[in-house]
């Protein structure tokens, strides 16, 4: 099952799931008055049976204005899969301050939700999730 909890942070509101989910699964758990969409980073309209990852961002139809960008648990690249290079790795060099992450990313690789990316309690949760030895974030 997938909790879905706003977080609003650096002037933007993010919408954080516990896994990834489709577009027509994430608009229908949005009460609006407005006609939403999701749209990749590039702005491109995701179609309704498409799995959503981090960084993409729920918008108002018409006028494009962003509600919620999207952030998947343990997805750091944006493709709504957990894998090891993609994301582990990178949550990893984030860590080491080799690299730096968009808030969207920090968010999702912070599963403990304590304000930071822990090699422990985030990255080996992250991993053992990935592995199927856990089974949920």
Known sequence: QTTYTVKEQ???KFTV????????????????NKH???VDKSGNVIENTTKVGTGAKVVEKRTK?????????????????????????????????????DTAS?????VTEDGKIDFIKDIIRINNY???IINSL
Do not use: H, P, W
């Open 17 to 32: 799931m516990s896994n990834a989910k489709d577009v027509q699964e994430i608009l229908s758990n949005i009460t609006s």
């Open 130 to 132: 990935r592995l199927g």
């Open 106 to 110: 920090i968010l999702a690789g912070d």
């Open 36 to 38: 939403l969409e999701i």
């Open 65 to 101: 204005e962003v509600a919620y960008t999207i952030v998947v648990k343990g997805d750091a690249d944006g493709d709504a899969k957990i894998d090891f290079i993609k994301d582990i790795i990178r949550f990893n060099n984030y860590r080491l301050n080799l690299i730096k992450l």
């Open 10 to 12: 650096d002037g933007q």
